[in-house]
């Protein structure tokens, strides 16, 4: 595979050539979980804890989550952090969009992940239906550490060192994690 | 009278019970004893309450009065009154807020709480728990009692499908007084008294076909059914309020389902049909329902097998098979438990189909609508000169229960604002029973007849020539009393009594007297009399000739409100014949006659056999087509019971994958044919429905509606083939247990023993079957697998056998000849 | 703006980088955990006897607010009993994610046998790995469902990256 290839195609492709696998695709890989920018998309109180997780006391930057970046553009991650009502949805899926390749999805908290304590008509029931989740974090909220452990978990998964219940690795990048 | 309950005044009717005033007040006091449509005895001592009542002065009869306000003087009595069971008195004044009752309450929870054990956690009656309600409302909230409490037998299996638990029993005594007061059978009472009194049987088991109803009466946890034992809390329980198809009475139901599983059936309240009772086929038979057997996806046989397809699929091959067949060669036909919306369906199926064979199965050679005089569930329970024809315990259950409310006396109590009356005072234990009222003719000892003043056993298949004989007789009595000497006339007119119909002429005479003289008799018949179409038209004229109403028991929950919407052949020799040799397709519903060798045969030269079934059987081993059908728990619907009242029926929650009822097939067919079917929906078919009875189905209030009495349908009446074997004939009985879902009901098996072959001792010794040996033996041609049951209720030369859907109640012929034994099987006769 | 007032502030800045810094280390070091924290649920069994304290009586199921409890009760086995009393739960199933972590299950629980423990490490993957069972929450299970993949694969035991404290409820939980 020629250099330029890594430049020309795109990662997708670059991970159905097998070149994930290669030394220089572990290099991409592990830069990549090393620098992983959250979106800012705090929607309610997970947002607190993920605030918390940014404080003195538990660094999220030593992950590499430097900054929470503020325009989608330039994130990698995003973070959903809270009740996603289904009015928020379509707002939610448009910044998703911006994000550019390869972007994640951690949702944070038990509404997030399955709409929590609030089985009702206003709250999406898992985000996973707006958008691809890749790691899921139980709490309400979740403990600053608990977060940190799911960006870990994302950074595992962005080296491919992960795996499901029948030792099946799971990809870097997902689509719809809903089965 | 006029009555005071707290600040409210009221008129209540005399005889009215306290309880009875304040509920209607809209007041309440808590009770454990008293139960609707049961005898109040006042001993919980919950529902004490301060009453008082103005006195006459004895010497003038005048109210004393009070000087001070001028009123009549309010006697307070001296100690808190058992509500239950006191009468309202003229001025009486009833206080149920004050302190003294507050304590009097208090107490009584404090104390029926000292022996109760700790167990509401593991309990399955928690969270419907009456005595957690009341001791929630009305007690402290707080114990004082720090001592060993008293310790009996947890557990304990009264019968197969009850649980007793002796230590949570709060001695409220209405279990032991519902065995005596409604189906009249004593089989439960208190043993041994004070602090170690207990419940407990004679013998082993419950043997009462309604022993179930103790476990919805009782207001513990100490009755419990066995069927849901920790399958989920009361409050897990999804619930579902719909009508049993499970016999012609028409039953309310609740049913408890819980993730797609039935877990549990209880009586609903209907106060014209089934009060709050059901029987114990119908509470313990549901098990079969959630059975892993069930027939989910439609299939379609490829290369000899079945394969699971898609119901586009299967139409396809339907529609494709029925193409290359001619319209009046095919055959429709649905049990006769099929809603009228699935009646409907069928109906327009087979319009489609250009067919006169339509039929729903079985049917008896007569109608079964009455005609003219219907009787009423309640005209039956207030009839005073009832003649049964037949077995109505296990017929029709309800029916049962309704003439033994007859023999009570007690005319059904008038609704009050709050429902039926809790304390009725008109109600006893262990009431003197007018025996007199009922005659019972059964060709062998049935349950009911120990309740009947007089009985008569004719033999097998004599119901016509005994009810022709009582005809004639009738008759001539009324002849003879316009004639010049009417004792000499009628003298006359018993000369020519034949004993050999069952009964003396003696007998007749004085059955005929007590018809007469009864103001509202009733005559009640079911499958042995519809059987013979001879036999239906002499009792339909005993009927009108002694002026009274009549009540037929059909062979299945919705006969009667299927032949009154006419799912009926055009013609009589269209009438269903699976071994008929003219039909070269058939589509059965819920049906399964290839169990009979002849009938097989014949299905494996059909051009198209199209099965809805619920689970596989006999037919569907030789469909073409197996279309996954649901049971009568899942369907949503409509059926007239067999006093001609409407009743709904609707759907509980259960997981059928993608089985539907009757009106999904004929939608999915339109689907297949291009063409929109009349039927091919519930709403369809109630618009169908609403023309020809005139009547919202959609709207039908959950008790009902009496429908106007309609003409009984005039064709398609067929006899049975009247043939009888060399070696005898099998009288098919009627089965208030349905025996084609007992291999899988556990518990309802367990309880009631295999399907049994009843003969007389003396049969069983001259053929060498012994008590509880297992056998195949054909009757009518279907191989019936039978435990040996010798009765000595059971005439020598008769041999007894349980209906199924596809066997009708009736002769059928017995082929002792080809009598199999199974070898070392043995089972346990119930 | 005085030079002066510039100067403290970045004083005040500039002391901080010879101070101790207050940031917790983890994953490498633990995180305290305070005793009464709610973390994931431990399923507890007596101590003297072994027996599951559970009896299966859906209390918690009732009183979640989230409606994450499943339970399906059955009839202990005389021989062979799995709880001390008639009944026990058979099922018994927690979606993770839907839980809110109150602790309502743990008050309402006659038995004292749900109880919420210091775990918090539970981040998954898939939605399906959420629902725990009664093999996952029993006491004596260490780590959430990943944790415990995780570390069969790499063939060694879980390594919780939290300091608990003491709780008396915890009864039998080891960590």
Not at chain 2, 438 to 464: F, I, S
Not at chain 2, 765 to 794: C, F, S
Request: hydrophobic share 40%; proline share 7%; glycine share 8%.
């Amino acid at each position: 595979m020629a250099v330029s290839d890594l430049f020309e195609k795109d990662f997708t492709e670059l991970e159905r050539d097998g070149i994930l696998f290669s030394t220089l695709g572990k290099l991409v890989a592990w830069g990549r979980s090393n620098s992983i920018y959250p979106v800012t998309f705090g929607l309610a109180c997970c947002a607190l804890e993920m605030m918390q997780s940014t404080n003195a006391r538990n660094d999220m930057a030593r992950m590499g989550s430097e900054v929470f970046r503020a325009s989608p553009r330039q994130a990698d991650v995003m973070i959903v952090a809270g009740r996603l009502s289904k009015k928020m949805a379509p707002v939610m899926r448009r910044v998703y969009e911006q994000m550019p390749e390869p972007k994640w999805v951690i949702s944070m908290g038990a509404c997030a992940s399955s709409g929590g304590m609030f089985n009702n008509y206003a709250i999406v029931q898992n985000v996973d239906s707006v958008v691809p989740v890749d790691v899921f974090v139980p709490g309400c909220p979740p403990r600053p550490e608990a977060l940190v452990y799911a960006v870990m978990q994302l950074q595992k998964k962005v080296r491919g060192e992960t795996f499901d219940e029948n030792g099946v690795e799971l990809p870097m990048v997902e689509g719809w994690t809903r089965s | 009278m006029k009555i005071h309950v707290n600040d409210v005044p009221l008129d209540v009717a005399p005889g009215t019970s306290v309880i009875d005033a304040v509920f209607a007040a809209g007041y309440d006091v808590p009770y454990f004893c008293s139960q609707e449509y049961m005898s109040p005895i006042g001993a919980c001592r919950m529902c004490l309450a301060r009453v008082g009542a103005p006195r006459k002065d004895r010497a003038t009869g005048e109210w004393i009065l009070d000087e001070a306000t001028g009123d009549a003087k309010i006697f307070w009595f001296p100690n808190p009154m058992a509500t239950c069971t006191t009468q309202v008195m003229e001025g009486m004044v009833v206080d149920t807020l004050s302190k003294e009752v507050k304590r009097a309450q208090n107490g009584m929870v404090e104390f029926t709480l000292v022996n109760h054990p700790l167990d509401c956690p593991t309990c399955d009656k928690g969270g419907a728990c009456e005595l957690q309600d009341r001791a929630y409302e009305y007690g402290t909230g707080e114990s004082r009692f720090v001592f060993d409490k008293r310790h009996q037998e947890k557990h304990h299996a009264l019968s197969e499908a009850i649980t007793l638990d002796r230590e949570r029993c709060i001695h409220c005594k209405r279990c032991v007084r519902y065995f005596e007061e409604v189906p009249g059978d004593e089989v439960l009472d208190f043993i041994e008294r004070g602090g170690h009194t207990y419940i407990g049987t004679l013998e082993d088991g419950l043997p009462s076909p309604f022993s179930g109803n103790i476990t919805d009466i009782c207001p513990v946890g100490a009755l419990l059914d066995s069927t849901s034992r920790f399958r989920g809390r009361n409050w897990e329980y999804h619930h579902t309020d719909t009508t049993s198809l499970d016999d012609p009475s028409g039953a309310a139901l609740r049913i408890d389902a819980r993730t797609g599983r039935i877990e549990r059936i209880k009586a609903g309240l209907n106060d014209e049909v089934n009060k709050t009772w059901i029987d114990d086929g119908t509470r313990f038979g549901h098990e079969y329902a959630d059975h892993a057997d069930r027939i989910t996806l439609p299939m379609v046989r490829k290369d000899g097998r079945l394969e699971p397809v898609a119901w586009s699929e299967a139409m396809r091959v339907v529609r494709d098979k029925l193409g290359g067949v001619d319209g009046t060669k095919v055959g429709v036909a649905i049990r006769a438990d099929a809603t009228l919306e699935e009646g409907v369906a069928a109906q327009a199926l087979a319009a489609h189909l250009g067919t006169g064979r339509l039929d729903h199965a079985p049917r008896p050679a007569a109608s079964v609508l009455p005609g003219g005089a219907p009787a009423t569930l309640r005209d039956v329970a207030t009839s005073d000169g009832l003649l049964v024809l037949g077995d109505p315990t296990h017929e029709a259950a309800i029916v049962d229960l309704r003439i033994k409310d007859a023999l009570k006396g007690v005319p059904p109590a008038d609704l009050l604002p709050h429902g039926v009356p809790i304390a009725d005072l008109r109600l006893t234990e262990r009431m003197p029973r007018k025996t007199e009222i009922l005659t019972v003719v059964a060709p062998y000892r049935t349950d009911l007849m120990k309740h009947a003043g007089r009985t008569v056993t004719p033999p097998a298949g004599g119901e016509g020539a005994l009810l022709r004989a009582l005809l004639a007789l009738a008759h001539a009595r009324t002849e003879a009393q316009g004639a010049s000497d009417p004792g000499k006339a009628a003298d006359a007119a018993l000369a020519g009594w034949d004993d050999a119909v069952g009964m003396s002429a003696a007998d007749a005479a004085a059955l005929l007297d007590a018809l007469a003289a009864a103001e509202a008799p009733v005559l009640i018949w079911g499958g042995f009399v519809s059987a013979d179409p001879d036999a239906d038209a002499a009792a339909r004229a005993l009927a009108t000739a002694v002026g009274a109403k009549t009540l037929i028991l059909g062979p299945m929950a919705n006969a009667a409100g299927l032949e009154r919407i006419g799912v009926l052949p055009s013609h009589e020799r269209y009438a269903y014949d699976p071994a008929s040799s003219e039909v070269r397709a058939w589509i059965l519903g819920d049906l399964d006659p290839a169990q009979d060798p002849t009938v097989a045969k014949r299905f494996a030269d059909l051009d198209a056999l199209i099965v809805h079934a619920a689970f596989e059987n006999a037919t569907t081993a030789l469909a073409d087509v197996v279309l996954p059908a649901v049971t009568g728990y899942e369907k949503e619907g409509s059926t007239l019971n067999a006093e001609g009242r409407l009743l709904p029926v609707r759907a509980a929650p259960v997981e059928a994958g993608a089985a539907t009822d009757f009106t999904g097939v004929v939608k999915a067919y339109g689907e297949a044919a291009g063409e929109r079917l009349e039927g091919r929906s519930v709403r369809s078919a109630r618009r169908v429905l609403k023309k020809r009875l005139d009547v919202d189905l959609a709207e039908l209030p959950d008790d009902g509606r009496l429908l106007p009495p309609a003409p009984a349908a005039a064709r398609g009446a067929r006899a049975l083939p009247a043939r009888r074997a060399a070696t005898g004939s099998a009288l098919v009985v009627p089965s208030l247990v349905r025996i084609e879902h007992l291999d899988r009901n556990p518990t309802l098996l367990r309880e009631h023993g295999g399907p049994t072959l009843r003969m007389h001792p003396s049969d069983a010794h001259a053929h060498g079957l012994t008590r509880g040996e297992v056998v195949t033996v054909p009757v009518g041609g279907i191989p019936r697998r039978l435990v040996v049951a010798p009765d000595d209720g059971v005439p020598e030369g008769t041999w007894l056998v349980p209906t199924l859907p596809d066997q009708p109640v009736g002769l059928h012929p017995l082929d002792l000849d080809a009598l199999r034994r199974e070898r070392g099987e043995t089972a346990e006769v119930a | 703006m005085s030079v002066l007032g510039i100067a403290k502030g970045m004083g005040v800045t500039l002391s901080h980088l010879f101070k101790k810094p207050v940031t917790v280390q983890y994953p490498e070091e633990k995180v305290d955990v305070q005793a009464r924290f709610r973390g994931r649920h431990h399923l507890l069994r007596h101590p003297d006897t072994g027996l599951e304290k559970c009896i299966g009586c859906s209390l918690c199921a009732a009183a979640c607010p989230a409606y994450a409890i499943y339970v399906e009760a059955a009839e202990n086995d005389p021989d062979d009993p799995t709880s001390a009393g008639e009944r026990y739960a058979s099922i018994y199933e927690i979606n993770m994610l839907r839980c809110i972590f109150c602790g309502f299950c743990e008050e309402a629980c006659p038995t004292g046998a749900i109880v919420l423990g210091h775990e918090f490490e539970l981040a998954d993957f898939r939605y399906e790995n959420f629902v725990y069972g009664k093999d996952d929450m029993l006491v004596g299970v260490k780590g959430s469902k990943w944790q415990r993949r995780e570390a069969e694969r790499a063939g060694r035991d879980v390594e919780l990256g939290l300091a608990p404290s003491h709780r008396p409820e915890l009864e039998g939980v080891d960590y």
